[in-house]
């Protein structure tokens, strides 16, 4: 028999279907033809038109087009794949968290990067400096629609200095940031960074280790946001309006750290239990195994014990070469992981209560961790 040729149909109902898509726009960005679509209301999820085959098929996926699930970062063995992809080998169970080169805390010593940006501002200086640097062309990032105000947060480009601090800081509630993808190759972007959570973070080396052509080639950084979860939009009206009087356009700055921490335009500060939150959660969050960004060149996250600190994770050899560069010409301050030890054991005990999420009917991953076994 001739090999299989997983296309759309296979995709549906393995991944969109079934609590596995997570909604991180993949496969509409790869797909050639555009036959897929994306619902950024309350689904996240992709869909086809019904015109080339109906919801559940696709007449280009007939004839052999298999770039939706090559980009699929959750379809079928896509961690064994990305593993081998990146690192040459797949993790040991101790590895609960990814593989890894080095683990630091760092923050920018720009001032306007610092205090513009979340934690410490690391993300946003990699990115300046990878576009000063000749290092890339575009990020595709999360910004928010209009003037900020409403608080919605929509896929971005951005291409200089003033586009990152514009865009800088932390949303909670979903962008399915690779969709900017198209504005920024119409932009004439040949050499891409991608800034996301866990699920968009292994988009781009699950192309490459599948070859899904072009696309894959453009993404040439990858920046992870740990994240144990986002938000559906209607949090802002339904729960901080309607529960506490918080309206989405008065809205200065939100973190969270253990609670919902926000910040207001007139200065209040506001803390929100996180478990009133829960009812909010993004169903594609529901399933996802993967809380310290675990594919991407360089995994951030905002935990531990200091607020202008972030706790960084170099994953790629691409990602070292990048953030010693850095170090080096003076944009980042360092210090050694160990000087937070609770972030780092945070850090793995939410990484592994994230592995517990995967259902056992999906496809195998390495170290999955029994259902019965504590955090």
């Known amino acids: 028999m001739p090999p299989e040729k997983p296309h759309w149909a296979h995709l549906f109902g393995e991944v969109v279907t079934t609590g596995l898509c997570t909604g991180c726009s993949a496969c509409v960005v790869a797909c050639p033809y555009d036959v897929l679509g994306y619902d950024a209301g309350a689904a996240y999820k992709p869909f086809h038109v019904e015109a080339t085959g109906g919801i559940d098929g696709c007449t280009h996926g007939e004839k052999g087009c ?13 961690e064994t794949e990305i593993d081998q992809h990146l690192f040459g080998r797949t993790r040991t169970d101790d590895e609960v968290g990814g593989i890894s080169c080095d683990t630091v805390l760092a923050r920018a010593t720009d001032p306007e990067l610092h ?8 993300v946003s200086a990699i ?15 999360s910004g928010l629609e209009g003037d900020g105000s409403g608080w919605k947060a929509v896929p971005t480009v951005v291409r200089d200095r003033s586009g990152v601090l514009r865009t800088a800081g932390s949303r909670y ?26 699920c968009q973070a292994s988009a781009p080396p699950v192309m490459a280790a599948r070859r899904a052509g072009k696309v894959a080639r453009r993404f040439v950084l990858s ?24 309206h989405r356009q008065d809205i200065e700055k939100m973190n969270i750290k253990g609670v919902f921490q926000i910040w207001m335009r007139n200065g209040d500060y506001h803390e929100i239990p996180l478990k009133e939150a ?20 360089i995994s951030t996250g905002g935990i531990g014990a200091f607020n202008d600190w972030t706790l960084t994770v170099l994953r790629t050899e691409r990602g070292r070469e990048l953030f010693a560069a850095m170090v080096d010409g003076g944009a980042l301050e360092t210090r050694p992981g ?7 054991a945070l850090m793995r005990r939410l990484s592994r209560v994230s592995r517990k999420r995967w259902p056992a009917t999906a496809v195998p991953m390495p170290g999955r961790l029994p259902a019965a076994q504590p955090a």
């Open 338 to 344: 160990d000087d937070d030890p609770g972030a780092i």
């Open 115 to 122: 205090e513009a940006g979340q934690d410490g501002g690391l």
């Open 127 to 141: 990115l300046v400096w990878a576009l000063e640097h000749d290092v890339i062309d575009a990020a595709l990032v």
């Open 278 to 297: 829960h009812g909010w959660t993004r169903e594609g969050c529901m399933a996802c195994p993967d809380f310290s960004a675990e594919h991407a060149d």
């Open 66 to 78: 298999t770039l939706c699930t090559r980009a699929c970062p959750r379809f079928r063995n896509w």
């Open 223 to 246: 920046v992870g946001l740990m994240c144990s979860k986002t938000f559906d939009d209607s949090i802002f009206d339904e729960l901080f309006d309607a529960r506490y009087g918080l």
């Open 173 to 198: 509630t979903y962008s399915a940031n690779p969709l900017a993808y198209a504005e920024a190759i119409e932009g004439g972007a040949e050499r891409i960074a991608l800034v996301g959570m866990g």
